[in-house]
């Protein structure tokens, strides 16, 4: 089991690919230069907040709604002067650097000059849709490697907002005018893409269950008259949200010290095997507390008897031996591996006694791990940890990514 442990350590914490892993560096050497545009970048992109459905037209202020696919990738908002482009996240960091393959037809596909909101997407290459984990490897601190990547899972731009051309800015703009200038604007090729999009509500359902094989998130939607908005929440979000029992072999203590942070999530497969498949997180400081003195007995020796992951658990404490032995002869520990977001963060957890069975909610199953934020909904006592199993859940079947554009 203990060759599995690797691909525990890599759920056991929350990616976070645009603060450590991304180094702030432009791929433009003159970055400091002013763009030859109205507005000068970083922009902080319109947000959206969350809601249960789809909305009705009846609930737009001002008389309807633009629905859109919510595409699964890296927010983008790309600007473009001449020869010159950056494209910057939504945490305002450049990302050119590592998308070297969208350079090109990004300058083949947009104005001279103009400032474009997007997402960059990874397509699997198949008939799976988007490949969020390929897209995730990109943001590497090695051109050679980022250049690999760029040809083996080459990337593409999905337009969907025009936030300046020429000498215009559009932010005052209403959304149904910035879509028509957004039209006229772009030229489509096999890397850059125009978002589909309507006024109807009863195509943005049909798009709600029929993508999410192909990995969209669930559906957007924009008022018509809405201005552009950066850094608001004036957008609407619809996800897809599932549920499914999963054992609890183990939990991690919060990064402060107090309470638990996360319950760790494992499913069985057909042969019997605890697969880590995530983590439930995001609690209040009272459910911390609250967790943590209910899972306290669940601790100690006995906690290991018929424990599915002991070989990690014996793994994790030869790792904090072989440090302490360090410490004690002054050699420094090369820091762990812990995950390609997050290099050297303490990733070890305490094991409790099995038997435990938390409902979560989640909204994909990608790579045999949940994604995206997974909620604690309530113990189940009446489930058994090993009745917890693949099986149960409810997957998307697969669609080709290009049949979004047919």
């Known amino acids: 089991m203990l060759e599995n442990a690797a691909a525990i350590v890599a759920v056991m914490a929350a990616p976070d690919w645009q603060t450590e892993a991304m180094a702030d560096r432009s791929s433009d050497a003159s970055s400091e230069v002013a763009w030859d545009l109205p507005i000068q970048p970083p922009i902080e992109p319109m947000l ?22 919510k595409w699964d990738g890296f927010r983008c908002i790309a600007f473009r002067s001449g020869d010159r482009i950056e494209l910057f996240s939504r945490k305002l960091k450049p990302l050119a650097r590592y998308f070297p393959e969208l350079l090109d037809p990004l300058r083949a596909a947009l104005p001279d000059r103009c400032i474009v909101d997007g997402e960059i997407v990874v397509p699997d290459g198949g008939d799976h849709g988007l490949d969020f984990d390929a897209l995730l490897q990109r943001i590497h601190p090695a051109e050679s490697r980022i250049n690999r990547l760029a040809a083996e899972t080459p990337s593409e731009f999905v337009a969907f907002d025009l936030i300046a051309v020429g000498d215009d800015s559009l932010l005052d703009m209403s959304m149904l005018d910035r879509r028509t200038r957004l039209i006229d604007a ?30 969209l998130d669930g559906i957007i939607a924009k008022p018509v008259d809405g201005t552009y908005e950066p850094g608001k929440r004036s957008l609407v979000k619809v996800k897809h949200v599932r549920t499914a029992d999963c054992a609890v072999p183990g939990y991690r203590v919060h990064k402060d010290g107090n309470g638990v942070g996360s319950l760790l999530l494992a499913l069985y497969t057909d042969d019997g095997d605890a697969r880590s ?57 090369p820091p762990s591996a812990g995950s390609r977001w997050n290099v050297g963060k303490d990733l070890s957890f305490v094991p409790i006694r099995m038997g435990l069975v938390a409902e979560v909610t989640f909204g994909q199953l990608e790579g045999g791990r949940f994604r995206h934020g997974v909620g604690f909904v309530r113990w189940r006592p009446d489930r ?17 990514f290009a049949t979004l554009f047919d």
């Open 48 to 69: 959206a907040k969350l809601a249960r459905t789809i909305p009705a037209p009846k609930l737009a202020a001002d008389g309807g709604w633009l629905f859109e696919p």
């Open 186 to 215: 772009i030229t489509s090729n096999d890397r850059v893409r125009l978002t589909p999009a309507s006024t109807d509500r009863a195509q943005a359902e049909e798009w709600f269950s029929a993508f999410e094989g192909a990995g």
């Open 277 to 333: 498949v995530g983590v439930a997180a995001s609690f209040s400081v009272a459910r911390r507390g609250e967790l943590l003195a209910e899972l306290e007995p669940r601790t100690g020796p006995d906690a290991l008897i018929d424990h599915p992951w002991v070989d990690w658990v014996n793994h994790q404490d030869e790792q904090r031996a072989q440090q302490a032995a360090n410490d004690a002869a002054g050699t420094p520990t």
């Open 384 to 400: 058994s940890p090993e009745s917890c199993r693949f099986d149960q859940l409810d997957v998307a079947d697969p669609v080709r």
